[in-house]
T-cell receptor, first 113, second 112 residues
Framework: QQQVKQSPQSLIVQKGGISIINCAYE??????FPWYQQFPGKGPALLIA?????SEKKEGRFTISFNKSAKQFSLHIMDSQPGDSATYFC????????????FGAGTRLFVKA | DVKVTQSSRYLVKRTGEKVFLECVQD?????MFWYRQDPGLGLRLIYF???????EKGDIPEGYSVSREKKERFSLILESASTNQTSMYLC???????????FGPGTRLTVL
């Protein structure tokens, strides 16, 4: 009930391509869905987040698509750049999760120049 | 600007030692968290605190304890370090459960 499943585990994309990372959750009470970006040697930092009252949120080259009925959400990185190479975590919190944020296992993205 | 600091970036300890990891946030956040990060396992919650002197077990509390005597400071204690506690430890804080978590830079702990 509290899991967030993330795929793929790793991803290699050509520069300029689209990177897509998918997540699925089980608890319908979650009401906050952030994505975090982590560079080597650093802590994760918020990249973009969405609440379930909208189906899409875009910030620059980063877009979250949210499908409430399927209990799935995804991160799209358009025009991927080598500087986007990092580990990405999806997460879910609020509602039935109480104080906790539940994180996906992470996706290591490598963008080839 | 939001800031979460951790006392050490790298730490090497011996099996059986008592280890203290400290975290300080300057945002007056109510909630603070300790995670450990291991390859392929993502971020696993060890303990969290939603108020001074309050603490709750996370998913993997065994072998760890915590202390929160002041709002801005949350300490993780390894009572008797073991080699399977070698990991990256991340501290985070947030004003509420439905808001951004702000992470520190992490402490890479090696137990020999």
């Amino acid at each position: 009930q509290q899991q967030v499943k993330q795929s793929p585990q790793s991803l290699i994309v050509q520069k300029g391509g689209i990177s897509i990372i998918n997540c699925a959750y089980e608890n319908t009470a979650f009401d906050y869905f952030p994505w975090y970006q982590q560079f080597p040697g650093k802590g994760p930092a918020l990249l973009i987040a969405i609440r379930p009252d909208v189906s899409e949120k875009k910030e620059g080259r980063f877009t979250i698509s949210f499908n409430k009925s399927a209990k799935q959400f995804s991160l799209h990185i358009m025009d991927s750049q080598p500087g986007d190479s990092a580990t990405y975590f999806c997460a879910a919190s609020g509602g039935g999760g109480g104080f906790k944020t539940i994180f996906g296992a992470g996706t290591r993205l490598f963008v080839k120049a | 600007d939001v800031k979460v600091t951790q006392s050490s970036r790298y730490l090497v300890k011996r099996t059986g030692e008592k280890v203290f990891l400290e975290c300080v946030q300057d945002m007056d956040h109510e909630n603070m968290f300790w995670y450990r990060q291991d390859p392929g396992l993502g971020l696993r919650l060890i303990y969290f605190s939603y108020d001074v002197k309050m603490k709750e077990k996370g998913d993997i509390p065994e072998g760890y304890s915590v202390s929160r005597e002041k709002k801005e400071r949350f300490s993780l204690i390894l009572e008797s370090a073991s080699t399977n506690q070698t990991s990256m430890y991340l501290c985070a804080s947030t004003p509420s459960s439905t808001d951004t978590q702000y992470f520190g830079p992490g402490t890479r702990l090696t137990v020999l």
